[in-house]
């Protein structure tokens, strides 16, 4: 034994136990494997939530250095991504400027003309500003970030954004920084607005980009309330240098002094900008993720024979994420931080590691036997696969670890979280999944013991679904007869795929889930990340109204967290910072206070526009949009993801216009624009927009309605208020809707048992009036199949042996119910015995006739205990011993010799039975006995009927001594017999007055049937209460009808003669010998050898229209042409004997020794669908229409919708049904069906299909 | 058929096998369907490749996806069809049918590892190019020991490879497109590798399509 088989060995006996334990322990282990995830996904919770919004870093101004690249052990709170210097200082200038005091000669354009004009001042102001410390002269021109040419894609904003030079971004853009231009301008919302993009726009614009400050915060607008202009002046600049800025600084406050300014100026915001994924990267991601899905569609779709395929593939799926969450998290938890992009490599980390472990494992452990318990079958699956899991894992391991030894950091991180994940998938695979599958497993097991129970299985299903009101209560104890639909486990629906889907999809509403969800974690990201500053938008909602008001004076002002603010306002940056002596107190310019102040306040309208400075203007690029200085960046090539900005405090600058100055900028056309007319047209832009949303949003709404509508009309073929019959079927609760939702009425169908043999039925014969049937032990009956009465019973003359005396009694015609009073018949109630047989010297009491549905479900034990002891003679009762039986029997005999009438049909063809050996045995087990030698005419009871026929009111019963006997079948005796052959009569034919027997030796023997008529044909003596024409030519019972042998074909088959079919002229073999031979029914005549088959012929089909079908042992089904003998199609359907075929117009309907019904096509020989039935049942098919087909199960039979495959109703026959499989059913004309039920009959109407046919 | 496909068949599948009666059909059936997923494939990869600029979506961003010329998808998918027809066609000519892991889901894994190994080649920092060659090279052997095992499919991708490496060099020495940076003997040494991970992985689909147009044929050599 090598060292690899002794491993192999281990590994295998280690897997079995840890199959074992799993499957006798699930509940700890699961709940064990959760809190392991769970324990390891901890670490993950320190981990920032992806997200793209920017992170920011305050730090104060006083002391700021340039951090260094290389981290600095532990500075605090600093984040990992503050190294080095920024891509760019961002020195905002924001200036507020108002013509004050408003006259009311000036014209709304005054509000931004004069205001907007004075940015050429400032930026003139900016640009010459110059400090010279002594170190050197330091300009703008030195310090701001000098940009190139912006990107090709940007033509158009080339007039507007700088290029070649110092980015400094103001409203000035617009007129190419020329006060001349300005000033010639004659509309300038007109220049402002042609820059904007049409449509809507989410990101930064180019107008908030010049003015620095959102669009209605600016105040150039014709209807501006406040009358304020607000706009930025935003330097970039590229280096620091705190001396110029704060020169400058003083330099502008000193220039326009701000009053009520108490901006705090000591701290600095660091912007950390994420990764941004644009659709270049985006499109490989999706293309990947694509990619995973139909990895994972394709893998989970191979899990099969499982309870639920879908609780499976989850907890497959579940196995592989939480095993890559679990790598993360144990990772980090070791120190390593990953870099990588998460959602770029995740895709490769789920195909690296993959789910075919899982399926591995659930194959191997569903292929173990079905009958083993549960926990052995876990743990043998387990142990087969254990090797090749092991093999897989240790190749995969290698392969990974040669990719550690690349040396490249990026793939030795990949390959890190791979083993980690290969491992803890392993860990999952081996206790998370193994455990689910012996659940499911054990689940299965527990659904195939409910199904082997049918009296749970009857009962309605308690199932409460969500659409299902039950508008009565339940039915309390449902008749054993009740037809219910069966669970939805147990059926086998073949429902189309898409519907199946789009029921899933109902039922688990998971669509609606799936977007609650989803709606919950955007909401959830949003308010995380968020990106449009909503938090500093409440903030300044909250200062705004703040009790206290001057929220922006002074004190802290009232963030909600929107930054990290170093405690306490700080000292005064002011004075510290200043190098030109700055006023503390900057006094305003007197003419602008004298002026605020003298201005008589009009009607409403502030003549004074109020300039006031609050907290939300202190760090007022918080309201642009998160995207705005990465776009600004982005038009000149530069990015800014993974890097960071540093925006330096803001320099306030207060301007204050006179009217005058107002007057004297004014363009000439500016007074063109009228004033507002009134104060309500202000909102008009807003709500033009609000209505444009909404008129957007109806469209949005009517067209999902639209497609929803077509998507119905696609996914919902049946058309269910169209079709009548088809509406009135469903309305019945013929067709299975209880899945989804619709609760079908319980139907009031019950099957009818005809009761009255004592041993399990063999042979059923049927010409649509009168049925036939022939049990085990040689008993024939006749039955009405419109009131399932019992007509007659052959052995009149039968032995029987009496339980009660244990003697072998001569039962003279016990169930012999006269035909020729059907009152006593039609009751059923009353034994009808004694009336007429007074002529018998035992008139009987028994009751034959099927007693009403009530009663049913008691075994019918009659026919073994014999309860009419008045019908014995006296000494019957005495208990004598056995050994008196015989001649208690000659007793009887004697005097029922004695007082037997003559019958007058009887006399020629029937002798008394004791011209053969007085009593004769017979078995109730009906094994065959020997024949013993007889007369002529003598009907043989000892050898079994093999086949019977049926047609008008003559029973062909072909016995297993050869003899061919015909029965009449209202009186009950026979008319003639044949014995010219030896061989027992396998299969008998009986069409027009031919009889064709095969035998057990191949040979087919052609019988005609001679009727000599005394009284002339067609006379038919039925009673007179049922006097319905049978469909056959009848032959009264006066006729003389001789049978003879016409033609014997010796060789017809070498081997026996499995199938004997006639339809059309034509009589149809089938034998073990693999050929199908067709003959001609005048002439005897073999038309045809059909080869083809592999294997014997199990199943013939032959009908009017000359279709030809068999099935043989091999499992292949041949459509055969009758009129020329060649082969139509050649299908392989079953794996074993094909036990039965049906033909429709349409389709051929086949059951296999594999309990499956496969339909094919019949013209193209393509199998449209197949049916799974349940083990052990299925030999049997009916068609009933063109629609409906029909099989027998356990105790059971089903009925199908055949153009869906549809399990229509399925019908218990009796109480309890275990082990008894309905093996022959035979389809009656009046759309009833009869099938064999161990002794009993069942006769099964169908209502929805009588509609229909009328 | 299967056990499980003759289980669930549905009716649906019966009017398709009839449409698809001739075998003449199928090859192009098949020769579009791998046409398509080579210059989907092409077009994708080729995205990778471009290096980003910017963060904000450019306002040519349709562009960038047909940022090479127009040729490379076509040509791609040219070569990619007949590279998936030849394959199954070698198979048959050898007489030895491919039967490692012919599955849907090992052909997806197979695809994502192919997308996987571009994406490597493109974002992936490597110290110099013999080390990013060798790893490729690697890769691209891990993938056919991983998704093929045979030798016919190795054998056929080394060759195609290499002819593929020796035409972008003729193009490239007819000045038809550069390369950024040439770096052994003035080709890309990653490139032959790529090729070869891309023939095994079209090879791949190639025989998986061949199967299931097989199952059609058997099926209705059933039926005849």
Known sequence: MTVRERLREKISAAFYRHGLLCASYPVPIILFTSASILACCYPLLRLPLPGTGPVEFTTRVRDYTVPSHEPQGDLGEQPDWYRGPPVAYIQPVLVKAAVSPWDSTLVPVDVFRSPLGRVFSLLEEIRNHVHDDGSGIRSLEALCLQVTDLLPGLRRMQRVLPEHGCLLVSPGNYWQNQRELFDSDPDLLKTVHQHEPKGLHTSATLRDLLFGVPVKHTGVSLYSRKRVVTYTITMVLGSYDARFLSSLRARLRQLHPSVNCSLREDHMVHVHFKEEIGMAELIPLVTTYIILFAYIYFSTRKIDMVKSKWGLALAAVVTVLSSLLMSVGLCTLFGLTPTLNGGEIFPYLVVVIGLENVLVLTKSVVSTPVDLEVKLRIAQGLSNESWSIMKNMATELCIILIGYFTLVPAIQEFCLFAVVGLVSDFFLQMFFFTTVLSIDIRRMELADLNRRLPAEAGMPLPKPGPLRPREAPPPPRPSPHTITLQTPAFRNLRLPKRLRVVYFLARTRLAQRFIMVGTVIWIGILAYTDPAGLRTYLAAQVSEQSPLGDGGAGGLPPHLGVAPVFPGPGGDPVGTLSVLPAPAEPTPLPENQSQGHHGAPGEGVPLVPQISWGAEDEEGWRRLSFRHWPSLFSYYNITLAKRYISILPVIPITLHLSPREAIETRHPQDTRHPPPPSLKTNDLPADLTLYKVAALGLAAGVLLVLLLFCLYRVLCSRNYGQNGVAHGRRRRGDLPCDDYGYSPPISEISPLLLCGHSMDIECLASDGMLLASCCLAGQIRVWDTQTGDCLTVIPKHGLRRSSSSGCWEQRDGWDAVGVAEPENLGGGTEPGGGVFDEGEGYPLRRRTTPRPALFENQPDLTPLIDTNFDSQPPSHLLLTPPRDGFDFGGLVEKAYLEHEPPSPGLTASYPSPLSGPPPQRRRSLGYIQPPAPQGQETPDWESAVWAMELRGNLIAAGRSNGKLELWDAVEGSLRCSNEDGVSGITALAFLNNRIVAARLDGSLDFFTVDINKPLGLLQYRGPPGRSNMPPSPCYSSEDVISCQLTRSVQCAHQKPITVLRAAAGRVVTGSQDHTVRVYRLEDSCCLFTLQGHSGGITAIYIDQTMVLASGGQDGAICLWDVLTGSRVSHVYGHRGDVTSLVCTTSCVISSGLDDLICIWDRSTGIKLYSIQQEVGCGASLGVISESLLVTGGQGCVSFWDLNFGDLLQTVYLGQSSDGQGVRQLVVLNNAAIVCDFGSELSLVYVPSVLEKLD | ?224
């Open chain 2, 1 to 224: 058929m299967s056990r499980s496909g003759s289980g669930q068949t549905d009716p649906s599948r019966g009017p398709y096998i009839a449409v698809i009666t001739n075998r003449s059909t199928t090859l192009v059936i098949r020769g579009f369907m791998l046409f398509s997923i080579g210059v989907f494939l092409a077009l994708v990869l080729n995205l990778l490749q471009v290096q980003r600029n910017v963060t904000l979506f450019p306002p040519d961003v349709i562009s960038s996806i047909f940022s090479s010329a127009w040729w490379v998808p076509p040509c791609c998918g040219t070569a990619s069809a007949i590279i998936g027809l030849l394959y199954p066609c070698i198979d048959c000519r050898l007489g030895e049918p491919h039967k490692f892991k012919r599955e849907w889901s090992s052909v997806m894994r197979c695809v994502a590892v192919f997308v996987g190994i571009n994406h490597a080649s493109a974002k992936v920092d490597f110290a110099n190019n013999v080390q990013l060659s060798l790893t490729l090279a690697a890769l691209s052997i891990g993938l056919w020991w991983t998704f093929d095992r045979s030798r016919s499919g190795f054998g056929l991708g080394v060759v195609i490879a290499l002819l593929a490496t020796l035409s972008t060099q003729l193009l490239v020495y007819n000045g038809v497109f550069q390369y950024t940076s040439p770096d052994f003997l003035y080709i890309r040494s990653w490139l032959p590798c790529i090729f070869f991970a891309g023939v095994i992985t079209m090879g791949n689909i190639g025989r998986q399509l061949a199967l299931y147009e097989c199952k059609l044929m058997s099926e209705k050599t059933h039926q005849d």
